[in-house]
């Protein structure tokens, strides 16, 4: 019978003292995993506070160098050159003009190209094998219209370029 008695007892206190184990460790694997999971979701948080700020460094600088080149005196006279009777003169100044938007835009990897339209529809690109831009036969540029916008980045949008041939996702902006 003590023996027994000793047999219940232990056996008891074992399991008391199992359930008190798995009963803390489920709750420190609660804890931790609530701790776990409020550090990774701060973290990413702030890698999209970081991931905001460059991209409206990105677009404050791409806004800056557009005004730069709208700004821009030979340039101006260029594009005025551009609308000349003369065929020789024109080409000439279209360019130039070339030559001038990539000047702006070198350095800038995140800048595809330039593309500027007169209030005539000319169009002046910095890629140099780019043909006639008709604003009317983008998809993406009639969307932008179409939100009753007439300045600003639009939405991203696929752009195939005749230089590389191969489609690249891209944001235009326009002023």
């Known amino acids: 019978m003590k023996h027994s008695i000793r047999k219940k007892i232990v056996t008891v206190v074992l399991v008391t003292v199992t359930v008190a184990f798995i009963i803390s460790d489920i709750a420190a694997s609660v804890y931790f995993y609530g701790v776990q999971k409020r550090n990774t979701m701060e973290g990413e948080r702030y890698k999209l506070l970081q991931a905001a700020e460059q991209l409206q460094n990105f677009q404050e600088k ?8 709208v700004v821009n005196e030979e340039l101006q006279q260029l594009l005025r050159e551009g609308e ?14 070339k030559r001038i938007c990539r000047t702006f835009i070198n350095e800038q990897s995140y800048i595809y190209g330039v593309t500027i ?10 890629n ?3 043909e006639d831009f008709i604003p009317e036969m983008e998809e993406w540029y009639l969307m932008f219209k179409e939100s009753g916008r007439s300045r600003g980045f639009s939405l991203a949008h696929t752009y195939i370029s005749e230089q590389a041939k191969q489609p690249t ?3 235009s902006l326009v002023l």
């Open 84 to 97: 000349d009777e003369d065929v020789f003169q024109r080409l000439i100044a279209h360019n130039a003009v």
């Open 128 to 130: 140099m094998t780019e």
């Open 117 to 126: 339209i007169t209030e005539e529809g000319s169009s002046y690109s910095s």
């Open 169 to 171: 996702d891209e944001v």
């Open 62 to 69: 791409i806004i800056s160098i557009a005004k730069q080149i």
